[in-house]
């Protein structure tokens, strides 16, 4: 359970904690259950389709879940 005294974290700063880029980080948080996902979504503007903006902040909880499952799904490709 995510809760609102948790620790959030930016891309770039979990990043640096697991040693990962931060794409690697969006792109696997990017879907996760439980991360806040700010910002807006794509639009037409006439003939114009603007580009979506979305910033992603990741719970101490969630991370720590997400963090278990890989080193749960390390260690059975290991075995």
């Known amino acids: 359970m995510t809760l609102a005294t948790d620790k959030h ?5 979990l ?10 980080i969006r792109q696997i948080f990017g879907n996760e259950p439980g991360v806040l996902r700010l910002g807006e979504p794509s639009r037409r503007v006439g003939r114009t389709l603007t580009r ?13 879940r997400v963090h278990l499952r890989l080193i749960s799904s390390t260690q059975i490709r290991r075995a």
């Open 15 to 24: 990043a640096k904690l697991w040693g990962l880029s931060p794409q690697k």
């Open 52 to 64: 979506a903006y979305h910033t992603l902040r990741i719970p101490e909880t969630v991370a720590e």
């Open 9 to 13: 974290y930016s891309p770039l700063e």
